[in-house]
């Protein structure tokens, strides 16, 4: 454990997610409340916050500007300021730093997901919206792999930059895109578009239908690559410090 | 150069970042107790060789060793036996300096006494927060983290940039005194000075090529040629510097 894992490096990187970790939640309570009159049951509330709200209030749009600040803040920052020189001129390794901050970034997210299920189902009681609790934990847990999918590649992106500007608009372009690409596969002629989007893979729909196993086997396919890709990179990777 | 063995040994290190930049066929060695000055006008290719040694980033060619460990590969072994000051220092602007010393004696597994002797030796109130302070009150943040855990290389990288000349002085002081308690040391500098005052050896490298290695003590035979004694090194290598081409 002790090989992999360092525990002031994990303290530390929490001191620098946590807020976003709140925001986020916030946000997205605020989100349940604006969406809350028109969902008839609490599937619907999930599918409509978290994917078909408007633009503004959209899950998302926030996932996205989270995943750009927990892998930007937890990685690429440290390389382009060189304060990570401080850390690695001390016997931590290059794999501990990795592990330590995937751990934060992984459990960041994980906890943002328990808080958005805990309130979204406060949310329902309070305006009394149909409440299954199978359905409801199943679409959270869906919505959890698929955050860990764009934080996959946004930790990907991450270890890949030095310069945290281009991460961040590398990351924005591609989570982007496939939100753009998402909202135009809705249009008639443009169906055909689902099949070039991540956004596919979190089907609500499937959940309620009770055939969703595929989603969970998917994602974390697709989710490993990016995370093992990112790390080998980041341990071979010159470092400007 | 001697049969010693070498605390750090360098041998035909070569990184090319094209354009005739970074560093070619590099080889010295550093030999225990020693002061080791590492001279070059900018861009010469001294922190790149630094970064090496830290295993910060890897050789295209040729290799670097730390007490026989090889830079890259085992890195964290041999930070335990580094004190380090970066070239460029960069310390998290969001921490203050007691934390962030706190910080970095955690991940070394070592107490505070050293640092506080340290702190009270450089005049420093660590209290405050980094991103208020000045560039020479840093440097002497990132000194006392190089050398809070009394470490037996010491790998600097222009250390006194930023200090005003008292603390030059108090630096080369601690210096001398971390040399006669037998510290190897690598010392990256622009000022002739403080490298005559602490070097036993002194090489200088050159668009990425060593050009030269000497013995100080062959420099103080050769003083009576210079009419001003004072800055007979600088006058020397002035010469080197200068050169067109080697
Ligand atoms: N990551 C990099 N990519 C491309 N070129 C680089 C890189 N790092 C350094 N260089 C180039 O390598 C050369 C050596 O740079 P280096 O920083 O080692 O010089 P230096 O001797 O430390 O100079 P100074 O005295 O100014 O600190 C420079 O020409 C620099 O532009
Ligand atoms: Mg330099």
């Given at each position: 454990?002790?090989?992999l894992f360092s525990?002031?490096?994990?303290?530390?990187?929490?001191?620098s997610?946590?807020?976003?970790?709140?925001?986020?939640?916030?946000?997205?309570?605020?989100?349940?409340?604006?969406?809350?009159?028109?969902?008839?049951?609490?599937?619907?509330?999930?599918?409509?916050?978290?994917?078909n709200?408007?633009?503004?209030?959209?899950?998302m749009i926030?996932?996205?500007?989270?995943?750009i600040?927990?892998?930007?803040?937890?990685i690429?920052?440290?390389?382009?300021?060189g304060?990570?020189?401080?850390?690695?001129?001390?016997?931590?390794?290059?794999?501990?730093?990795?592990?330590?901050?995937?751990?934060?970034?992984?459990?960041?997210?994980?906890?943002?997901?328990?808080l958005?299920?805990?309130?979204g189902?406060?949310?329902?009681?309070?305006f009394?919206?149909?409440?299954?609790?199978?359905?409801?934990?199943t679409?959270?847990a869906?919505?959890l792999?698929?955050?860990l999918?764009?934080?996959?590649?946004?930790?990907?992106?991450?270890?890949?930059?030095?310069?945290?500007?281009?991460?961040?608009?590398?990351i924005?372009?591609?989570?982007?895109?496939f939100?753009?690409?998402?909202?135009?596969?809705t249009?008639?002629?443009f169906?055909?578009l689902?099949?070039?989007?991540?956004?596919?893979?979190?089907?609500?729909?499937?959940?309620?239908?009770?055939?969703?196993?595929?989603?969970?086997?998917?994602?974390?396919?697709?989710?490993?690559?990016?995370?093992?890709?990112?790390?080998v990179?980041?341990?071979?990777?010159?470092?400007?410090l | 150069?001697d049969n010693?063995?070498?605390?750090?040994?360098?041998?035909?290190?070569?990184?090319?970042?094209?354009?005739?930049?970074?560093i070619?066929?590099?080889?010295?060695r550093?030999?225990?107790?020693?002061v080791?000055?590492?001279?070059?006008?900018?861009?010469?290719?001294?922190?790149?060789?630094i970064?090496?040694?830290?295993?910060?980033?890897k050789?295209?060619?040729g290799?670097c060793?730390?007490?026989?460990?090889?830079?890259?590969?085992?890195?964290?072994?041999?930070?335990n036996?580094i004190?380090?000051?970066?070239?460029?220092?960069?310390?998290?602007?969001?921490?203050?300096?007691?934390k962030?010393i706190?910080?970095v004696?955690?991940?070394?597994k070592?107490?505070?006494?050293?640092?506080k002797?340290?702190?009270?030796?450089?005049?420093?109130?660590?209290k405050?927060?980094?991103?208020?302070?000045?560039?020479?009150?840093?440097?002497?943040?990132?000194?006392?983290?190089?050398?809070?855990?009394?470490p037996?290389i010491?790998?600097?990288?222009e250390?006194?940039?930023?200090?005003?000349p008292?603390?030059?002085?108090?630096?080369c002081?601690?210096?001398?005194?971390?040399?006669?308690?037998?510290?190897t040391?690598?010392?990256?500098?622009?000022?002739?000075?403080?490298?005559?005052?602490?070097?036993?050896?002194?090489m200088?490298?050159?668009?990425?090529?060593?050009?030269?290695?000497?013995?100080?003590?062959?420099?103080?035979?050769k003083?009576?040629?210079?009419?001003?004694?004072?800055?007979?090194?600088e006058?020397?290598?002035?010469?080197?510097?200068?050169?067109e081409?080697?």
């Open positions: 454990m002790s090989k525990f002031q490096i994990i303290k530390r990187s929490f001191k997610v946590w807020v976003w970790v709140l925001v986020a939640v916030f946000a997205q309570s605020v989100n349940y409340f604006a969406q809350s009159s028109q969902a008839d049951n609490a599937t619907e509330l999930l599918a409509n916050a978290f994917i709200g408007n633009i503004m209030f959209n899950g926030f996932l996205t500007l989270v995943s600040f927990f892998s930007t803040a937890l690429t920052n440290e390389v382009d300021r304060t990570l020189a401080i850390t690695l001129s001390t016997p931590i390794t290059r794999k501990q730093i990795l592990f330590s901050k995937g751990l934060v970034l992984v459990s960041a997210l994980v906890s943002m997901n328990l958005l299920g805990v309130l189902s406060l949310t329902t009681l309070m009394g919206i149909q409440f299954d609790h199978g359905t409801w934990w679409v959270i869906l919505w792999v698929y955050t999918v764009v934080a996959s590649i946004a930790f990907f992106i991450g270890c890949w930059f030095n310069k945290s500007r281009y991460a961040m608009v590398t924005a372009l591609i989570l982007g895109g939100y753009l690409l998402g909202m135009l596969s249009i008639d002629n169906e055909f689902r099949f070039t989007t991540l956004q596919t893979l979190f089907n609500t729909d499937a959940v309620i239908n009770g055939d969703f196993l595929w989603q969970f086997i998917a994602l974390p396919l697709i989710a490993i690559p990016f995370f093992v890709g990112g790390a990179k980041f341990l071979r990777k010159d470092l400007p | 150069m010693t063995k070498g605390v750090i040994v360098v041998e035909n290190l070569t990184k090319d970042y094209g354009n005739n930049q970074g070619f066929d590099v080889s010295f550093v030999n225990k107790g020693e080791f000055g590492f001279l070059g006008p900018n861009g010469a290719g001294k922190t790149t060789t970064r090496h040694l830290l295993g910060f980033i050789s295209e060619n290799s060793k730390i007490l026989g460990l090889d830079c890259w590969e085992k890195p964290e072994e041999i930070q036996y004190g380090y000051v970066a070239g460029e220092i960069a310390l998290p602007d969001s921490m203050n300096g007691q962030l706190e910080h004696a955690k991940l070394r070592i107490k505070l006494d050293r640092a002797e340290l702190c009270a030796y450089f005049d420093i109130n660590p405050n927060k980094i991103k208020r302070m000045s560039k020479g009150m840093k440097q002497k943040i990132a000194l006392v983290l190089a050398l809070m855990h009394d037996e010491l790998i600097l990288d250390p006194t940039s930023g200090l005003d008292l603390m030059q002085e108090k630096f002081e601690l210096l001398l005194r971390e040399k006669e308690r037998g510290k040391i690598m010392l990256s500098s622009h000022i002739f000075n403080e490298v005559e005052k602490t070097c036993d050896r002194v200088i490298i050159k668009q990425g090529r060593i050009i030269t290695e000497v013995d100080m003590k062959d420099i103080d035979k003083r009576p040629e210079f009419v001003v004694t004072k800055f007979s090194l006058q020397y290598f002035m010469d080197f510097y200068k050169k081409k080697q």
